[in-house]
């Protein structure tokens, strides 16, 4: 039997996912066995593979996350594309197969789609029913503006809830898809899409207005900071915060942990901005094949792609973790089966994504973009510990991540 090593970074209801994938592959045929290993959060699995792959023992299979898509189209030689892997297989790789915000962010400045789209996910907005019931709110109004969030938080907070509102991916959240959501720039050449001059815009007065706005939360106890990454999640799957901006992968482990009613809706925003809301950037991840593995590997990485391509398995995803329905296919299943209308929300992470894109709201995807995501973090940080101000902060993140992706052009 050929093994063929999987790196990822799901945890909790996604992790499980991910086993029973690999087992539901694994038990389908003899041939081939994946493993899959959880290496850390996104940004630490990406560098690990990195070094592996130098060090001689990558992993068949990498997950990285939409944030280190620009670095590994770049990255020529350590990665094989996924069409070439499917063809040499004798299997058929078509990108139309997708939706077209799927195609949009993975096809290369060459036309090709390079990695294998797997998890995308987009920000929705994730509210705990029980509190809002206990507030003297109506469970079933969630906030749709940000005026209206910071209402609900006060009443959120007067009624005893230690957090109103958290988000987790502050950076992905407050700042990328908040970008494209009110149809502006985060960056300039769409977003990056135009090519590797494009450089941040990201102090916008409308992203001082929003960042300011979110520093007058925390100073009151509205918002409340619980950290980078995926850490807020926690903080509401256990019932304490009661608003929280995430990924729609939330509801994976939100089935599996809330002992609360929840409700998703849209992501927030400012109803006097032309244009808003538009729609909602990519995130999520796609599976990169590394480089260097014998011929019989590359046929079992291919014979798995393969078997998650089956709508059926595709539209089951979907509808267990909250990720995308990344084809057309899976998406009209779920559509067919009734899954939306019984299961209230899950549709919103669907429409956000499917509205017609703009050169501004396309998508974001920067060479160094991990170091400009911790950028985005630190600078922030720092205007909640009311260290700085929006604007001093805004400023620093286009001036450090200016940087970051100057030296990215010059590399490449
Ligand atoms: O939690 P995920 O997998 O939807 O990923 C979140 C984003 O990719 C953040 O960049």
Redesign the pocket.
């Known amino acids: 039997q050929t093994e063929i090593q999987w790196w990822h970074s799901m945890t909790g209801g996604l992790n499980d996912w991910v086993l029973d994938l690999a087992n539901g592959f694994n038990s389908s045929q003899t041939e081939y066995k994946i493993v899959p290993t959880y290496k850390g959060t996104?940004d630490e699995t990406m560098p690990a593979a990195v070094a592996a792959f130098r060090a001689g023992n990558a992993p068949h299979i990498l997950q990285v996350?939409?944030?280190g898509t620009a670095t590994m189209m770049a990255a020529k030689g350590a990665v094989v594309p996924v069409g070439k892997v499917l063809a040499d297989a004798g299997y058929k790789f078509d990108p139309k197969a997708y939706i077209p915000a799927v195609v949009g962010y993975y096809t290369a400045p060459n036309g090709q789609m390079l990695s294998f789209p797997f998890?995308s996910?987009t920000t929705v907005f994730n509210y705990n029913k029980d509190l809002f019931t206990k507030a003297g709110l109506d469970p079933n109004q969630p906030p749709k503006t940000w005026p209206e969030v910071v209402l609900a938080a006060a009443k959120l907070k007067a009624s005893g809830v230690a957090c109103p509102f958290t988000t987790s991916?502050q950076g992905?959240t407050q700042l990328e898809s908040f970008s494209t959501w009110h149809n502006t720039e985060f960056a300039s050449q769409g977003n990056g899409f135009g090519g590797t001059s494009a450089r941040l815009t990201v102090n916008s007065p409308l992203h001082v207005r929003h960042i300011e706005n979110l520093s007058n939360m925390a100073k009151q106890g509205l918002f409340v900071y619980r950290g980078r990454g995926?850490k807020a999640d926690a903080s509401f799957y256990s019932g304490e915060c009661a608003m929280a901006t995430a990924?729609?992968?939330t509801y994976a482990s939100i089935k599996k942990n809330a002992k609360f009613e929840f409700g998703i809706s849209t992501l927030p925003y400012y109803p006097d901005v032309a244009g808003a809301p538009q729609n909602t950037v990519i995130?999520?991840?796609s599976l990169w094949v590394m480089g260097g593995k014998k011929p019989a590997e590359y046929k079992g990485v291919a014979a798995f792609f393969n078997y998650l391509t089956n709508a059926e398995i595709q539209a089951k995803s979907h509808q267990r973790t909250g990720?995308l329905p990344i084809t057309l296919a899976s998406f009209e299943l779920t559509e067919k089966t009734g899954f939306y209308k019984e299961n209230p929300g899950t549709d919103v992470a669907v429409n956000q994504m499917i509205r017609k894109t703009t050169d501004k709201s396309r998508g974001i995807r920067l060479g160094n973009f991990i170091q400009v995501r911790a950028i985005e973090d630190e600078e922030l940080e720092q205007v909640w510990a009311g260290k700085k101000s929006a604007k001093e902060a805004l400023d620093a993140i286009v001036s450090r991540g200016n940087e970051q992706l100057e030296r990215f052009q010059k590399a490449n």
Do not use: H, I, L, T
Request: aromatic share 32%; hydrophobic share 30%.
């Open positions: 996104y996350f939409e944030v998890n996910s991916w992905w995926n990924s729609s992968s995130g999520g991840a990720y």
